[in-house]
């Protein structure tokens, strides 16, 4: 099959909600639709369990699992579908945010009882920054929830995205009977029970008919008459493009565990999201049909095991075709590079790869030379943009506890942090070495993990600190003057990036406003 081909069949995205919302539910019932697996229930949740939650090994082994679900791919209708999972446990929130650089569009899960809760509006910022277009599912329509049109001005409002159903719900709770597909004007009648994937659809072009009274009761059928008319009147037609931008938000209602409503969701899914879209490097843009390979590193996950030291990394493919065993660019690294050790994730399995395309998501088998954000290619110097620092949200100061072990925790630290598990900031004074983490959890894995893998011994001083702002000007004259008079509170990042530390809120604040010219940056690409 030619490239072209290759890329129009795929589809790669990731499902976003806030714990408990249905993301695990979801998951599954499109993995049904897929073919992917047989059963209900055989999808695991990556969540973690509550009773383990301040016992991080336990945590690390939950996580462990969850790598083999971390892309499951499948073919829906000839589509093939990467759908790429990210960790529920909002201390790994970074976690999520970096996989979300790595996907084409995202489905966004809610909760119709609880709307939009919080970790959804951090994950819509997240997709914002790239204009990633975003599909609505609201879940759990066979529970008393609130009104659906509050729930899109909520959505509306709180994730500051325009929303334009294509799904409208007949009833709620107990009363729940059925969505109507705006789209399709197809009617879909709810029935708990229902098991199979039934592709049973009353077709109605005109409300009106008689018909529809019978099948939903008089009530019901006026009701969404009016509904349909007021959306309609309401809402603008639904602009493919203008969702392919971001601007728009398509949603549908239903209940995942029911299975309801899902396959509408799905059937539009692989009409309108977008097929592997070009990414940009430092000096241009890639398109994913350039014959020549390229991707980029968006997540490590390490073995666990000291006794391997080997680690997983997960690529993108951006451009062209991948190819086993074949030395690529690694543009930061000293030497090229060749993977024999190649997999990619179907459903529940991992197998063994000779190629892959754009889109498509690869696990390289890794001693070491990879950390997140690398690029490799087949020839070019070229480094992907995207894979941004956000700000963390607790601050420490690493206190080395074994002088003699310096090396080795130094050693130790940059290889935790190029896995992403936390962020290093070493003080312009004294050289201080501050960790940010945006959970408690991380530092403990860090401390077990020094020791265990290094033979390093670390504690961990808490600091009073607010953020950890990027800083730039256009005026480097006046950068310089404001680096030098607040010395005591520059530190550098991985790059080796200025970034101001800020104690609190109001000092922040009021450094904003004494130097208007200095820029301060909450994530470390802007
Ligand atoms: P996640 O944390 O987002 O992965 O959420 P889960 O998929 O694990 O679902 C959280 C809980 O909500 C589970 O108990 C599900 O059975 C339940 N749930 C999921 N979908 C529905 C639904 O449509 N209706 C109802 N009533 N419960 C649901």
């Known amino acids: 099959m030619s490239l072209n081909k290759e890329i129009a069949k795929r589809r790669t995205f990731a499902i976003i909600a806030h714990p408990d919302a249905g993301k695990t539910t979801l998951t599954e019932k499109l993995l049904l639709f ?66 979300l650089t790595a996907v084409d569009s995202v489905i966004m899960v809610i909760d119709c009882v609880k709307g939009v809760e919080i970790q959804t509006e951090k994950l819509m910022e997240v997709c914002r920054m790239r204009n990633t277009p975003v599909i609505c599912f609201i879940n759990k329509l066979d529970r008393e929830g609130r009104d659906p049109y509050e729930l899109l001005d909520e959505v509306e409002e709180k994730l500051n995205i325009q929303v334009r159903p294509l799904s409208w719900p007949i009833g709620m709770g107990k009363a729940f009977k059925g969505v109507y597909n705006l789209y399709d004007r197809k009617l879909n009648l709810f029935s708990p029970s229902q098991r199979k994937l039934s592709d049973d659809r009353a077709v109605f072009d005109d409300l009106s008919e008689d018909r529809l009274d019978e099948l939903i009761g008089r009530n019901n059928a006026d009701q969404l008459r009016e509904d349909v008319e007021l959306i309609e009147g309401v809402y603008p037609d639904f602009d493919t493009k203008e969702y392919l931008e971001g601007k728009v938000a398509p949603v549908f209602f239903g209940s995942a565990v029911n299975n309801f409503g899902v396959n509408e969701m799905l059937d539009t899914f692989i009409r ?45 493919i951006c451009s062209g075709k991948f190819e086993r065993n074949k030395p690529y660019n690694h543009v930061r690294g000293p030497k090229p590079l060749r993977f ?126 607010y953020k950890a702002c990027w800083i730039s000007s256009s005026d480097k004259k006046k950068l310089d003057e404001f680096v030098q008079s607040k010395n005591r509170h520059i530190a550098r990042d991985k790059d080796g990036k200025l970034v101001f530390m800020a104690e609190s809120r109001s000092w922040l604040q009021m450094v904003q406003d004494n130097y208007p010219e200095i820029e301060f940056h909450f994530t470390s690409e802007f």
Not at 282 to 300: A, C, H, M, Q, Y
């Open 340 to 465: 024999s050790n190649v997999t990619q994730f179907m459903a529940q399995d991992r197998e063994m790869v000779d190629e892959a395309f754009p889109g498509d998501i690869i696990g390289l088998y890794d001693t070491g030379n990879l950390k997140i954000g690398d690029t490799l290619t087949d020839g070019e110097n070229m480094t992907f943009k995207g894979i941004p620092s956000f700000s963390p949200e607790i601050f420490k100061e690493v206190i080395n506890k074994d002088a003699m072990k310096t090396k080795q925790m130094e050693k130790g630290l940059k290889q935790l942090m190029e896995e992403g598990v936390a962020q290093l900031f070493t003080f312009d004074m004294g050289s201080r070495k501050v960790i940010g983490t945006v959970g408690q959890l991380q530092f403990e894995v860090i401390q077990f993990r020094l020791k265990q893998e290094y033979n390093a011994s670390v504690e961990f001083a808490p600091m009073q600190l």
């Open 272 to 316: 309108i999201a977008p097929a592997p879209k070009s990414r940009n490097t430092e000096d241009r843009e890639v398109l994913p049909s350039e014959s020549k390979f390229s991707g980029f590193v968006f997540k490590i996950h390490a073995n666990m095991d000291p006794n391997h030291r080997n680690r997983i990394a997960f690529l993108r």
């Open 34 to 99: 897929g073919g992917a697996i047989q059963t209900a229930g055989a999808v695991k949740s990556n969540k973690i369990d509550t009773a383990t939650k301040s016992d991080w090994m336990e945590i690390e082994k939950q996580r462990g699992i969850s790598v083999a679900t971390s892309v499951m791919g499948f073919e829906y209708k000839d589509i093939k579908i990467n759908l790429l999972d990210t960790p529920g446990h909002q201390d790994f929130a970074e976690d999520t945010y970096r996989t």
